[in-house]
């Protein structure tokens, strides 16, 4: 059983007999508090999708959930649900928009290493790898020699994504994605 100063953002946790997934984690250290930083929670119960803010302090002890994670790739949208299929055995898992809606700006068709998260054989979330490459769709003229400079500009890219990339860059170019900190990292 991991204490709440353990616990990490996409993890599922046991908590008064229901599993949630831990969608946001925010550490505050209450002034003038002798003992440890408390842990505000953001879960989402993984079978209503209800939210939930609580707060833990960093001793307090959650049981974790069992879980599992499944290659796949993203399939189809239809409507709201999101398909994606089993790289092993093309089992079909159905997402709703709201339960993915922040990893949706980082996957389309070529999108390779998504995990798909089950809890209990129900697919609750999608898993992303660290880095993705993606097309720009859309950015301002690239300038010569922008490379030099460290100025960026907005790019928006096909997902629909907007992230700041260096001025040399231009539309049409493949580029590497930090997911986590959403945030340029080369060219692909």
Same mark, same amino acid.
């Given at each position: 059983m991991p204490k709440?100063?353990?616990i990490k953002k996409n993890q599922a946790v046991e908590y008064e007999g229901r599993v949630y997934f831990v969608k946001d984690i925010e550490r505050?250290?209450?002034q003038g508090r002798a003992g440890g930083s408390l842990y505000r929670m953001r879960m989402y119960d993984v079978v209503t999708n209800q939210k939930l803010d609580e707060t833990f302090k960093d001793s307090d002890m959650l049981n974790l959930a069992d879980l599992v994670r499944r290659a796949a790739t993203f399939s189809y949208a239809d409507g709201d649900e999101y398909v994606f299929m089993d790289a092993e055995d093309y089992t079909q898992y159905m997402l709703n928009r709201s339960a993915i809606e922040d990893e949706l700006l980082f996957i389309?068709?070529? +999108?390779q290493g998504i995990m798909v998260i089950l809890v209990s054989d129900t697919p609750v979330a999608v898993d992303l790898p660290p880095t993705i490459e993606l097309t720009i769709e859309e950015t301002?003229?690239?300038?010569?020699g922008g490379?030099?400079?460290a100025r960026t500009k907005p790019a928006r890219l +096909?997902?629909?994504l907007v992230v700041q990339v260096p001025e040399h860059i231009s539309t049409g170019d493949r580029i590497k994605i930090n997911v986590e900190e959403r945030k340029f990292l080369s060219r692909a």
């Open positions: 709440a100063s353990e505050s250290v209450p389309n068709e070529d +999108t301002d003229p690239s300038i010569k490379s030099a400079t +096909t997902t629909g």
